[in-house]
Structures are given as structure tokens and as C-alpha cells.
């Protein structure tokens, strides 16, 4: 099988989407399928080549409320890649700018078009004081997903969602994780005492994720107001990194950037608690991560937390936006080492049922029912 990816998001960038997209094409490597993927170009470069598959990069200009983002409109050359390149179908990523060019060479080239949907731009417009995007967002994800033979959904409630929003041919597209690179045994004594600000003998809360606005992060500031003693590690960068190191400073909290890799891996398996504050995920794959790390997660409730932990067995929800019940499910489990052990083995025990091979298949399943809609 042949697929065309159109993405808003590739390497260098790191977030969910990215690592979505890069154990997806190395297991269709896997499988004897070939893919292109179409993706913006970043300043900092990026690879021509991944898991066997062409990267074929579109200029773009930095989204202003987050340069990070790249908005790159497709180019003539997009339409030579593709033709060279003979899809056998289209696969647009969260498609927005880049993605918007999908639909129309899906037609071009008589191939069906499969779109997936990854993140809630019009909840994310709120949170960039973009608010006269919210409406405009909603028509527009409503106008391009129902172009679309299949449309994928990174968990179930973001599947009920998009139901509600009008939009047909909705399938799941089941998370997976590494639970090679992620696990209980990467914990580190030197990963600890750098996570914990040199006092690793002190209860540790960690994030990992996007250090952006729509996360909620400056939540944790006053949580760890009601918890003396307790450190903080933020793994991650983004626009509010800045705001957020003047939100916590003089608080027992470090900031690592990002982390890739066995490094990454390192972080979870270290400490002794995930926090994720945030209610706009549509997939949660740092939980995942977490998990599969044997690391009990703290969640506000919400669609992709409550998909992702099992409240009271790998983890603990709490009420949206209340850190009086963050910090008491941290506290509780913080004073309770048998309880937090017991979690850790469910937690690993959970995630080792999720693998990007059974998730791929999934995938294939649905390319096949596209090709089969023609």
C-alpha cells in the first residue's frame, strides 16, 4: 500500500501527533507499505528521510501566538511530489493549512482521502485569545472531515465529539506505546537528584508535554502551595515557558526542556507521580508514557484521562480545575508507598496491552475500508 501524508507537524517538532506519526510509519515499514509524508519545513532543518519513507518539506511562516508552529500552504511542487510518488491513498493529518490541499488532490488523483483528528483547535482559540476562531474552527473541521471516506479519532470521546459536531465515517484509532523504551527499569538516582532540584529523597511530581496555555500548568503552582516539601519537574517547551518560570519561581520546581529518547524515558521512570492538568487532549499520550513507566497519574477528569487511567487502579482523577483535589490525590498517594506500588504495577500491566502494532492494524483496516468505498 502506497499512502500520502499530509501533516501540520513533523520532525524536528515534538508532540503527540509527531510521535504518533513516527511509530505509525515505521511499522508500516514494517509491513512492506511505503508512505510520503508531506510536511512543513523548519529553520532548524529536519530529516529528508524517516523509517525508509521521503519527507518532501513545504516552506512555511511561524504561527505568531506560537512560532513553533509552522503554517506552510501547500505548493505546485506538492502536486509533483504526489504525482511522482502514485498514492494509493491520502492520509491528511490534522488537517488545517497544509492538510487544507488534501482534499483537493485526493480528487486530482481519484485516490480516497482518510483525515484524523488530533487536536480541538476551536477549544485551543479560547486559550490564544483567538476566541473569533472558535465558531470558524468548528465549520471549518465540520466542511474538510466530511470530504473525507474515513475519519479517525484518537480516543472515544473525542469520537462522541465529532459525532455531535455533524461529522460522518468516524472510526477509532487506538493509542499505542512503546513499552521497550518506556519502563519501570530505566529509573535513574542521577535523573532523580537532577529532577528534583538535588533532593531526591523528597516526594517528586512530574509533567511532560507542551508549555502552553491550554495545559493548565500554572495550576501545579498553587498545588504545590498545599504540599510542602514536594518537588516539581516540567518537561517540555513552548510559548508559556517564559510566564511559567515567573509563575514558579521561588518554588521547588525544575524546568528541563525537552527530553528525547532513553533521556525522556529516564524522567518518567524517575518520579514518583505524573500530574496532567490539562482538558483539551484528545489522545493523552504523555499519560500513556507515564504508565508504561510503572508511574501512577494524577488527571484532571476528562474525555482522554478518563480513557487512559483506570481511577483508583492507575491513577487518580480529579475535578477539573480544582487544586484542592489535585493536591490531596498527590498527597494521598505520596503518603501511601504500598498503595503507589501497587498502581505502578497496574499502570505497567495496562500500557503493555497497548502496542503501535495492534494500533497500525487498526489503522491498514481503515485504509482498506477507504480503498473499498471507491
Known amino acids: 500500500m502506497r499512502v500520502a501524508f499530509f501533516t501540520e507537524t513533523f520532525l524536528p517538532a515534538t508532540d503527540g501527533v509527531v510521535t504518533r506519526l513516527r511509530y505509525t510509519l515505521r511499522e508500516l515499514a514494517r509491513l512492506g507499505d511505503e508512505a510520503l509524508v508531506i510536511a512543513p519545513r523548519y529553520p532548524e532543518g529536519g530529516p529528508a528521510a524517516f523509517a525508509g519513507h521521503r519527507i518532501f518539506r513545504v516552506p512555511g511562516v511561524p504561527f505568531p501566538p506560537y512560532p513553533q508552529i509552522r503554517l506552510a500552504p501547500a505548493n505546485p511542487g506538492v502536486g509533483r511530489e504526489l504525482r511522482r510518488f502514485g498514492p494509493d491513498l491520502i492520509h491528511a493529518v490534522n488537517p488545517y493549512i497544509l492538510g487544507m490541499a488534501a482534499p483537493f488532490y485526493a480528487r486530482r488523483l481519484k485516490v480516497p482521502l482518510v483525515a484524523s483528528y488530533h487536536t480541538n483547535v476551536a477549544a485551543y482559540a479560547r486559550f490564544y485569545r ?12 465540520r466542511a474538510v472531515h466530511n470530504r473525507a471516506a474515513v475519519n479517525l479519532c484518537t480516543s472515544s470521546a473525542t469520537l462522541e465529539y465529532l459525532r455531535g459536531e455533524g461529522i460522518r465515517a468516524l472510526r477509532l484509532w487506538p493509542q499505542g506505546v512503546d513499552c521497550e523504551l518506556f519502563g519501570p527499569h530505566r529509573a535513574s538516582g542521577r535523573w532523580r537528584e537532577r529532577l528534583s532540584g538535588g533532593h531526591p529523597d523528597a516526594g517528586l511530581l512530574l509533567f511532560v508535554g507542551r508549555l502552553a496555555p491550554e495545559k493548565g500548568i500554572e495550576q501545579l503552582r498553587a498545588a504545590l502551595d498545599k504540599m510542602p516539601g514536594v518537588r516539581l519537574a516540567l518537561v517540555g517547551d513552548g510559548p508559556a515557558r517564559p510566564a511559567l518560570q515567573r509563575v514558579f519561581a521561588g518554588t521547588p520546581t525544575v524546568f528541563t526542556g525537552v527530553l528525547h529518547g532513553e533521556e525522556l524515558a529516564a524522567a518518567y521512570a ?66 501511601d508507598e504500598p498503595r503507589r506500588a501497587s498502581m505502578a504495577r497496574r499502570a505497567r500491566a495496562a500500557a503493555e496491552r497497548r502496542s503501535w502494532e495492534a494500533a497500525t492494524r487498526t489503522l491498514r483496516g481503515c485504509y482498506l475500508e477507504a480503498l473499498g468505498s471507491r
Do not use: C, K, N, Q
Open 270 to 335: 524517575s518520579a514518583d507521580l505524573f500530574v496532567f492538568p490539562s482538558t483539551t487532549e484528545t489522545l493523552g499520550m504523555a499519560m500513556l508514557e507515564a504508565l508504561a513507566s510503572g508511574v501512577p497519574v494524577i488527571a484532571a477528569r476528562s474525555g482522554a484521562s478518563r480513557e487512559v487511567v483506570d481511577d483508583g487502579e492507575t491513577g487518580l482523577l480529579y475535578e477539573p480545575g480544582s487544586v484542592s483535589s489535585l493536591a490531596a490525590a498527590a498527597h494521598r498517594l505520596l503518603a
Open 130 to 141: 483567538l476566541g473569533f476562531l472558535h465558531r470558524a474552527a468548528r465549520l471549518y473541521t
